[in-house]
Structures are given as structure tokens and as C-alpha cells.
């Protein structure tokens, strides 16, 4: 395993974290087995950066980790979210009715003892705010997380899905580790300006969904997704899009044999290509596909590489937003 700093701090993360969403929520049938097994492996194989939500699964997410998070504690950089609120006590995606988000300070002091204790941890490495509550000032949210660090109770705070404004309104509150928004080949909002952004602030860049969402892997038949798998709600995986979209990922799926890598390793090393102040978190339940993405720091691009993969793109650019109407209005504020 390789290592990237976090931000301006001393802490040495796996150049690939594990999302964990996917283990409770989301992406159709779940097994707690084989998602434990691939916690398991991810210590094995030296990924030491963990990501959850309390919203994946309204909490049962928290709860699955903490059984290999707590025997390992020394061994895991532990980030968790907070901000999503359900109306109907009922966990669904960010963007389903009854869903709201909450980043005032009294929800705050709430939710990180929530987060404590699923987890079984007294200490959370890296909270992050799931999103930019556009009815609070970003100073307050921040400020409320702040207290959590002088209590001792968080180490770390990040955002998600904050546009350049807003981050520069919360480090200037309390310095900023990470930002962690969407980014893959398919997704590049963050280089009008977030980027740039981020890096001028000494911030790193956690990118969530690198595989865009499983579309860039070659492996992906929209037609067999469970009824429950949030991907039917997204506009880029609609029929009326995925053909062209499948157009891109087949010609991608070509060069990446060229490259003696799979197209999930060859989507990640563009991502890690980025820069060395970029960690993603490629999310998965099954050790094969986590083996798999590892696989991809050992994939080297050349600048040639970049460019030619670069040129697919214009060919082919992806139709379709990456969220639903609703969900594309709480990101990047």
C-alpha cells in the first residue's frame, strides 16, 4: 500500500480509502458477512481509511464498522458524516421525500453523540458535514464542529459537496482537513474552481463515487439492478442515456486492456493521477472488487495516458446529471 497525507496534518492514509455506504444502503441486497470479510481484508491489505454516514441505512451502517473498527482501533482512520434528517424515521437516499438536511449547532452536538456510539469509539477521526445548509451560515455550522474538537470528541473536520466560497468561509473558521465530493472521469464539477480551491488551502480532496457510481467498470447492466438500487433514480443510468454512455465505457474497457489493467484500475489511477493531495474512496462490500481497485496503485499513466483518455471523453461525453433534479440542488453550496 501507498501513503498520502491528510491535508496539512501529519496522518499517513492508504492512497485509497473504502467507502462503506454500499454495505448497508443503496446498491440492492446486502451481506453483512462478506462486507465484514472485506473490512477484514482492507486491514490485510493496509487500507486504513474508513468512510460511513449516519445515513447509510439511518445508522446501521455506524453499526456494522464499529465490529472490526473497535477490535482495530489503532489501525483506522475512522471518517464519518452528519446532516441528513429524516422525517418518517425511515433511512432512503439524500434526495427522497421526507429527507432534510440539518446543519445547525444543536443537531450537531446530537448527532456526533449518535455517531459515537454506534461507532463504540470515544474519539471520530475525520466529521465531516454532509452538505452546506443553505439556512445556516456555514460559520456556525462550522464553529459548532469545532467545539467538538476542543471536547475531544472529533479530530479532524471536513465538508462535502461545498462550493469554493463556503470553504473558504469555514477554514477561515477552523482549519478545513478534507473535502469530500463526487470526482471520476465521469464527474469533474470540482475543476471549475473547487479544486483549485482546496489545494491553495492546503485541503485534501476525498473523492467519493471514482468509478462513477460502477459505470466506468465495463461490468454494469443497468437492466438486472435490484428494485431498491439507487442508481435507478439517476438520470445517466436511463435508457434513454446509457447507450450513448456504454459507448464510452466499451472504448475506455479497450484502452484499459492496453494498460494490462481492468477498467475500474485504469479509472482509479486516472483519479490518483490527479494529484498526490487526492485520496478516493471507491466503495465496495465484496473483497474481489476491493482487491481489484488496490490493484490500481500499481497502475502507472503516463502523460500520454492522460491525454488519451482525455480525447474518449470529448468523443464520448457522458448524457445524463449525476443526481436527480432535487438531489443537484443541495451539492457545490
Known amino acids: 500500500m501507498k501513503y498520502r497525507k491528510l491535508g496539512t496534518t501529519s496522518e499517513q492514509l492508504s492512497a485509497l480509502g473504502l467507502g462503506c455506504m454500499g454495505m448497508s444502503f443503496a446498491y440492492g441486497p446486502t451481506d453483512d458477512k462478506e462486507s465484514l470479510a ?14 460511513t454516514a449516519d445515513m447509510y441505512a439511518n445508522g446501521a451502517n455506524e453499526e456494522l464498522i464499529s465490529k472490526v473498527l473497535v477490535p482495530n482501533r489503532d489501525k ?5 458524516k452528519f446532516g441528513f434528517r429524516f422525517k418518517d424515521g425511515i433511512a432512503g437516499p439524500s434526495s427522497a421525500v421526507g429527507t432534510y438536511f440539518d446543519g445547525s449547532p444543536a443537531w450537531i452536538k446530537v448527532a456526533v453523540e449518535q455517531s459515537l456510539k454506534r461507532l463504540k469509539i470515544d474519539t471520530i477521526d475525520l466529521y465531516y458535514a454532509h452538505r452546506v445548509d443553505p439556512n445556516v451560515p456555514i460559520e456556525d455550522t462550522v ?10 470528541k ?6 462535502s459537496e461545498a462550493s469554493a466560497a463556503s470553504i473558504r468561509k469555514a477554514h ?17 464539477d470540482v475543476e471549475n474552481g473547487i479544486l483549485q ?5 492546503g485541503i485534501s480532496l476525498v473523492p ?7 459505470l466506468v467498470t465495463n461490468t454494469l447492466d443497468v437492466n438486472i439492478l435490484a428494485e431498491d438500487d439507487f442508481r435507478r433514480t439517476l438520470p445517466r443510468y436511463q435508457q434513454e442515456n446509457i447507450a450513448n454512455n456504454n459507448k464510452l465505457i466499451m472504448e475506455f474497457a479497450a484502452f484499459a486492456d492496453t494498460k494490462s489493467c481492468t477498467p475500474a484500475q485504469l479509472a482509479l489511477a486516472w483519479v490518483l493521477a490527479q494529484g498526490d493531495d487526492i485520496i478516493p474512496i471507491p466503495g465496495t462490500k465484496k473483497r474481489k472488487y476491493l482487491e481489484e481497485n488496490v490493484g490500481a496503485i500499481e497502475v502507472n499513466l503516463t502523460s500520454t495516458d492522460l491525454v488519451t483518455i482525455d480525447e474518449l471523453i470529448k ?6 446529471e449525476r443526481y436527480s433534479e432535487g438531489a443537484m440542488k443541495m451539492v457545490n453550496h
Open 315 to 320: 468523443q464520448y461525453p457522458v448524457i445524463g
Open 197 to 201: 480551491t482546496v489545494r491553495e488551502l
Open 76 to 80: 483506522v482512520f475512522i471518517a464519518t
Open 208 to 214: 467519493y463515487s471514482p468509478l462513477a457510481r460502477g
Open 172 to 188: 477561515a473558521v477552523h482549519p478545513i482537513a478534507a473535502l469530500q465530493s463526487e470526482y471520476s472521469l465521469l464527474t469533474r
Open 143 to 152: 464553529g459548532a464542529m469545532a467545539d467538538l474538537v476542543k471536547e475531544g
Open 38 to 51: 472485506t473490512l477484514e481484508k482492507a486491514l490485510d491489505l493496509g487500507v486504513n481509511f474508513w468512510d
Open 154 to 159: 472529533v479530530r479532524y473536520l471536513g465538508l
